[in-house]
């Protein structure tokens, strides 16, 4: 199956952008708030029950390179029969989920490739706010680009 969908959640634990990269999986945009908020919230509890087990790791996914010596907080990664969901948080605070298939190994890989997109085309970009949803289409074609869609 694949890669399922994308979920960018700011600081506060709002929805700046999703993309659903399954044409056959369905959320309504009601579920997606949900699903987004739920995770950030219990993203920060994690990160406030366990203060002292904090995991420095090589790099992102424990392999060297990507963010090499960042400490990894909270939850960030949720295994389960039906998909996997992996969460990689920017220095800023910024959520970047991904939703894929339990097969898929390319997860750490897309993660980084949609940070440095968010950072090449929304974050560097003036006439983007910094807590409102993303509508640029150079980050559109970047994610359609990372996923050959």
Do not use: W
């Amino acid at each position: 199956m694949g890669h399922l969908a994308i979920f960018i959640v700011n600081q506060n634990g709002s929805l700046v952008y999703h993309k659903v990269i399954t044409p056959s999986l369905k959320f309504a945009t009601n579920d997606t708030i949900r699903l987004a908020s739920t995770f950030h919230s219990m993203h920060a509890i994690s990160q406030q029950i366990t203060p002292n087990c904090q995991d420095i790791r090589a790099g992102f996914g424990g392999s060297p390179g990507f963010l090499a010596g960042t400490v990894m907080e909270g939850i960030n990664e949720i295994v389960t029969d039906n998909f996997t969901l992996k969460c990689f948080q920017s220095f800023t605070g910024v959520k970047f989920i991904l939703v894929s298939d339990p097969q898929q190994k390319d997860m750490d890989y897309c993660l980084k490739s949609i940070y440095e997109a968010y950072a090449d085309h929304v974050s560097k970009n003036p006439f983007q706010e910094a807590e409102m949803p993303i509508r640029s289409d150079l980050f559109e074609g970047s994610i359609t680009k990372i996923f050959n869609l």
